[in-house]
């Protein structure tokens, strides 16, 4: 890879889809726990929706941060910079 | 601008997706019910869409990441262990498989998760403790260019040319199987499924190489956990718990597999003593070296598709650590593929409470009035999951496909650059042209897999062992691979013949098992057209009305090797086209073949119910047909020498030890003879060939091969130490579920 810009990791794309999953899962979760469907699913009364959505959102979130695109920048300026002082030194 | 293209095309798939009907003619859904399997709601159409916008937006991204060669076809080298190691099992991991070993499981019961278990574990460590050392350390980028270093340009080319055209005859299967199955499941349009998903997988495999397929199957190993995971959990939690779901299950067999009621579907290895005693037709020996020898290193051990995720590891212990972390989520994908399987015998169940049974795609009664074992999966799907969790699930289906399609396309694209094109027609270019030539190769194997797919529509029995030959060629690549890492006399001469030898025993063995020389005789069928008016006679029963004859009072019927006689007694023609006058025609409910009675299958799939007036439709075998004067008749006689979907027990019990093996246990022993035929000739032709010179040998062989130092490292992160814990962990549950 001759591209010296650091690459955002695939973490950052998996935190980012999970969240986002997460998020409409819920939506959806909430709405058919206040309006509930025709037909419901097996244990609909366990209301998986809502706690699976909410595990995924927390799991997505977790990686979205700890894998922010800023932070990754930031720590490659800072190896680079500390690179630098090294050499001058 | 590129951006604008991006999105264009995202909201144009949305559209298809949305809309498939409006898009191209939608055909109807063949599943049981008359409508699709599934239905999604906005919601479940939006959580799909989304994962089509992602993966183009991370091809795009990462298409800068790609300039070189090796950036290219090797990812940079630079992969950490974790990505490795999801990659690794995540290419295996595809719907063809999640689907299938979960039908496998509802079939064989417990004896499914060998597939996770022996047939995977041992295989994987292996890779990773004694032969990622010598990949890794020759540099190679492909298994085939291990074979040119170790054995010379005849063996490279042998497997370069078998796996460029099998990689390529196994992404087009997976992308017509992605297709069938989105239109019986979901109702969609065959060639939007076809073309949306491979205009995706061919934008970003092109754009950013190999990274791009392991960026691509990372994230599809999550979406796979996050969409499949809650079935077991809420299937347990309705069951009662493990045990009560075992009680169950081997109850509900009676029922469920009445051919097999005695066997055992509970156990790993205790039902395994001969091959009657499980449902499987299998025992021991062929399960061990069958599947745990012989096809599993063979897969495991020398199949690219899943060398080339862990040889782009950064360093050789991340390598070998990434391939254990595989070895250790394999053992996890029981939770979400045998679990389910094993679910589908206790939680399916009929209107009136008793189980539901799914039948295999060769019954009369398949597709027609009963799902088949590999709508399990799809089904607990619909059973537990609600709006967007089923969106989610669908999403996970279609990303295992893609990331497979992907897998194989990233392979093919370096295999035929590296040990095709570059040796026998352009040795001297540049890395740039090579570079172009990944990229353009890579959008060659979409198309010509989409051509691959497109044929199967008309010759769809070719999947049926497409992914037989592709194991039967592999073995003898395994056999090739180990001897030249091993053993190092084994001579160049000898690593083609062998090679080649056994790659023909294997096709001779199974071109014997599918020869029968008295003839074949496919099952006697008759079908019954759609506008046949049709008057079905039953008696009643407590657990559902029997049909015990069927009357066609006009209509046509097609029949296939079936005897047909006058009231009267005079026989008619079995082969022709006539009209019944003069009486009414008779077809009874067997045939005698041979020494034994054979059933004559009925398929009505739409008719005229005679005494309702209305449609219906039934599938059954072993009822009396009657044909009343005026309806058309369609008569064949078929038989053949040779049947590629038939096993002539006469030749398997030579080749699987016993008449009574089944398909799954005949070509695990065939596997496994392959394996013999390739090491014995490999050492016989060694003996009277000349080796390399040893000093060619150094970083190829076992004893001439010095490990790297990578420095040290705390004991909790040698490869040995985590390759000792998945050994025990794997012995472990073979005790707990013996």
Request: hydrophobic share 50%; proline share 5%.
């Amino acid at each position: 890879m001759n591209n010296d810009e650091k690459q955002i990791p695939i973490w950052f794309f998996i935190g980012c889809l999970l969240t986002v999953y997460g998020a409409l899962i819920l939506c959806s979760g909430i709405y058919n726990f206040l309006v509930p469907p025709e037909h419901p699913v097996a244990l609909a009364h366990i209301h998986a929706d809502i706690w699976w959505s909410i595990l995924l959102m927390v799991v997505g979130l977790l990686y979205t941060i700890k894998y922010w695109p800023s932070k990754i920048k930031s720590s490659t300026k800072n190896e680079k910079a500390s690179k630098e002082m090294s050499k001058v030194s | 601008m590129r951006q604008f293209k991006y999105l264009l095309f995202a909201a144009l798939m949305f559209y298809m997706l949305l809309f498939p009907s409006e898009v191209s003619a939608a055909t109807n859904a063949a599943g049981p019910g008359g409508g699709s399997l599934l239905t999604l709601s906005a919601i479940d159409m939006v959580v799909i869409v989304l994962y089509f916008v992602i993966v183009l937006i991370i091809g795009w991204y990462l298409k800068k990441y790609a300039s070189t060669g090796d950036d290219f076809f090797l990812a940079g080298r630079k992969m950490t262990m974790w990505i490795a190691g999801l990659s690794f099992i995540s290419a295996n991991l595809s719907s063809l498989e999640t689907m299938g070993w979960s039908a496998m499981t509802y079939q064989y019961g417990m004896l499914g998760a060998h597939a996770y278990l022996i047939g995977a574990i041992p295989a994987i460590l292996f890779l990773a403790v004694f032969m990622l050392p010598f990949y890794y350390i020759c540099r190679t980028h492909s298994v085939p260019g291990y074979l040119k270093l170790r054995y010379g340009e005849g063996a490279r080319s042998l497997a370069g040319i078998s796996f460029t055209f099998l990689t390529i005859m196994v992404s087009g299967a997976s992308m017509f199987a992605m297709a069938k199955i989105l239109h019986l499941l979901l109702g969609w349009d065959m060639n939007v499924s076809i073309w949306v998903s491979s205009i995706t997988v061919a934008i970003y495999v092109t754009l950013g190489g190999l990274l791009s397929a392991v960026f691509n199957e990372v994230l599809q190993y999550f979406l796979i956990w996050a969409g499949s995971l809650l079935i077991p959990i809420l299937g347990l939690i309705q069951v009662g718990g493990w045990h009560k779901m075992m009680a169950a299950i081997q109850e509900n067999v009676k029922v469920i597999h009445p051919t097999v009621q005695n066997a055992d579907f509970t156990g790993l290895w205790r039902n395994l003593g001969s091959f009657d005693t499980n449902p499987m037709g299998i025992d021991w020996f062929g399960m061990v070296f069958g599947l745990g020898l012989a096809v599993s290193f063979g897969y495991w051990c020398t199949d690219f598709l899943q060398v080339q995720r862990v040889i782009v590891a950064k360093d050789l212990r991340s390598a070998q650590n990434g391939t254990i972390i595989g070895a250790a989520l394999k053992m996890l994908v029981l939770l979400i593929v045998t679990l389910p399987g094993l679910l589908g015998l206790v939680v399916l169940l009929n209107p009136d409470g008793t189980p539901m049974i799914l039948v295999p795609e060769s019954d009369p009664r398949a597709g027609i009035t009963h799902h088949t074992y590999n709508d399990v999966l799809p089904l607990l799907m619909g059973h537990y999951l609600g709006p967007g969790l089923l969106g989610l699930g669908v999403t996970a289906m279609i990303a295992g496909f893609m990331s497979g399609m992907a897998g194989n396309i990233s392979a093919f694209a370096t295999v035929w650059t590296y040990d095709v094109y570059k040796p026998l027609i352009n040795k001297k270019a540049h890395d740039k042209h090579y570079l172009n030539m990944g990229r353009w190769s890579s959008l060659l194997g979409v198309f010509i897999s989409i051509g691959t797919a497109y044929a199967l529509f008309f010759f769809s029995n070719i999947l049926e062992y497409l992914q037989v030959l592709v194991f039967f060629f592999i073995v003898p690549l395994f056999g090739t691979v180990i001897l030249g890492m091993f053993w190092k006399r084994a001579t160049p001469a000898a690593g083609f013949w062998g090679f080649l030898i056994a790659i023909l025993a294997s096709m001779s063995m199974w071109a014997y098992v599918h020869t029968f020389p008295d003839g074949y005789y496919p099952q006697p069928n008759m079908s019954i057209s759609k506008n046949a008016v049709v008057m079905v006679e039953r008696t009643p029963d407590p657990k559902g009305d029997k049909i015990t004859r069927i009357v066609v009072e006009s209509g046509s019927v097609n029949l296939i090797n079936v005897p047909i006689s006058m009231e009267s007694g005079q026989k008619l023609e079995t082969a022709g086209n006539f009209t019944i006058k003069d009486g009414i025609a008779n077809i009874l409910a067997s045939k005698k073949e041979k020494d034994r009675d054979v059933q004559i299958r009925v398929f009505a799939p739409e008719v005229m119910l005679a005494d309702t007036h209305t449609v219906g439709k039934f599938g059954v075998e072993g009822i009396p047909v009657t044909l009343k004067p005026g309806v058309e008749v369609c008569a064949k006689h078929i038989s053949a020498k040779f049947a590629p979907a038939a096993f002539n027990p006469d030749h398997t019990q030579y080749i699987a030890r016993s008449k009574k093996a089944m398909p799954m246990a005949v070509n695990m022993y065939s596997g496994w003879w392959s394996l013999v035929v390739c090491l014995v000739v490999t050492i016989l032709v060694s003996f009277v060939t000349k080796p390399k010179p040893v000093a060619e040998l150094k970083n190829l062989v076992m004893g001439l091969t010095p490990l790297p130092d990578e420095g040290p490292c705390p004991w909790f992160q040698k490869p040995i130490f985590w390759a000792a814990v998945v050994t025990a962990v794997l012995v472990l549950i073979n005790i707990i579920f013996w």
